[in-house]
């Protein structure tokens, strides 16, 4: 090798050195002026195409891991300190005396204006952020209707103009909005979010962003990946159906007028489906009853009607206070096998022990343990919506 072509090698490895450079310093610059535009909310600590669906068991026993990750905090900032003005006096000058001047006040100072946080929940969701002038709610109508087709939950909230409430956007509205937060449920019981979701949501709101004359700006993706695969991994390990069975002994069969009855007396209401439930104070289910038989059940059952049995579920995450709860439908289990002489059964049909229900009770506990660490108790908003 010349060492002429020694020279141009040094010289173009210089050069791509160069625009390398250049590039992260103006890709440096452009972050900030598009985070600059935005007035960033403090995380609200209760809310932060094709789907492969997560296999399932059916019921499963519990299987526990370690938390994937925990939160941090941000570090406090220290007070600005007032600046001191020091003025040296003058020195004294004979003057005509004159009428005193009115003294002079200052200019009241201006009071930075604080907007209410974005109903946004770090943990769970992927966010991508809107701004203008105002803009009518219509201006979202199109990427509000795609955004339903991406395959997972998708929330929009507007802040209108002239208020500091934010409420959900619905845009056949005639409301003008300053700010808009649209976001993404990262994981749900059909799984994680996929990359091409996230990716097609930003895209489609930058879309609508530059039709408009709007900012638009998109949380990194590969860090919503990170919390989707985490939280996925978690909620494989507490979404468990516990299932307990009053079934008829021997070759017999147990009566379904009596079950309907001892279920109605109970408070359980029949769903359109067939199957009791048992409703809280929320209208969320606590636990059901099913035939164990095809046939669902109705609301006129005749005396002679029967089953090889019925079957009380108990769907573990969503249901708070859930140790009160699962007592509550053991021994209303052990009264359905007294009134029909049935026997109460697991789901491999051996007979539940006080020993095999304390097992079990001990599960629950370690599992809702767990879903208070990560920030989701059983039955809170963010369960239900995770465990949806």
């Known amino acids: 090798m010349s060492e002429l072509q020694i020279w141009l090698l040094v010289l173009g490895v210089a050069v791509v050195a160069a625009v390398v450079l250049f590039n992260w310093l103006q890709e440096r610059r452009f972050r900030k002026q598009t985070e600059a535009a935005f007035q960033v909310p403090s995380v609200d600590p209760l809310a932060r195409p094709g789907v492969t669906p997560r ?28 600046p001191r003005l020091h003025i040296e006096p003058e020195p004294v ?37 809107l701004g203008g002038d105002g803009v009518l709610a219509n201006a979202f109508a199109d990427a509000f209707n795609h955004s339903r087709t991406l395959g997972k939950a998708v929330r929009w909230a507007g802040l209108p103009v002239g208020t500091a409430q934010w409420e959900e956007l619905q845009p056949w509205r005639d409301v003008h909005y300053q700010q808009v937060v649209v976001t993404m449920q990262l994981a749900d019981r059909n799984g994680a979010a996929e990359p091409e979701q996230l990716s097609a949501l930003c895209e489609l709101l930058k879309a609508t962003a530059q039709l408009h004359g709007l900012r638009v700006a998109c949380d990194d993706t590969g860090e919503a990946l990170e919390r989707a695969q985490a939280i996925d991994h978690f909620c494989v390990d507490v979404d468990v159906l516990i299932g307990l069975n009053v079934m008829a002994r021997g070759e017999g069969a147990v009566n379904l007028a009596r079950i309907v009855g001892e279920a109605i007396g109970n408070g359980m ?8 439930q048992l409703i809280d104070s929320r209208g969320e289910p606590l636990y059901t009853l099913c035939n164990h038989d095809a046939e669902p059940f109705s609301e006129v059952v005749e005396e002679g009607q029967t089953s090889q049995g019925v079957t009380l579920q108990f769907d ?73």
């Open 316 to 388: 573990v995450p969503r249901v708070p206070d859930g140790l009160k709860v699962f007592d509550g439908m053991v021994a209303f289990g052990r009264k359905l096998a007294n009134e029909v002489g049935g026997i109460l059964v697991d789901d491999n049909l051996r007979p539940l022990t006080d020993s095999g229900i304390e097992k079990i009770r001990s599960q629950l506990a370690q599992i809702y343990e767990r879903m208070e660490a990560r920030g989701v108790p059983s039955g809170s908003r963010r369960a239900l919506r995770l465990f949806a």
């Open 269 to 276: 209401v029949l769903g359109a489906d067939g199957v009791f």
């Open 55 to 82: 296999e399932s068991s059916g019921r499963v026993e519990p299987a526990l891991r370690e938390p994937v990750f925990d939160a941090a905090g941000a570090p406090d900032l220290p007070e600005a300190s007032e």
């Open 93 to 129: 000058v004979e003057m005509p005396a004159a009428r005193p001047a009115a003294p002079h006040t200052p200019p009241p100072a201006a009071t930075a204006v604080t907007l209410p946080p974005a109903p946004y929940d770090e943990l769970i969701e992927y966010r991508v952020r």
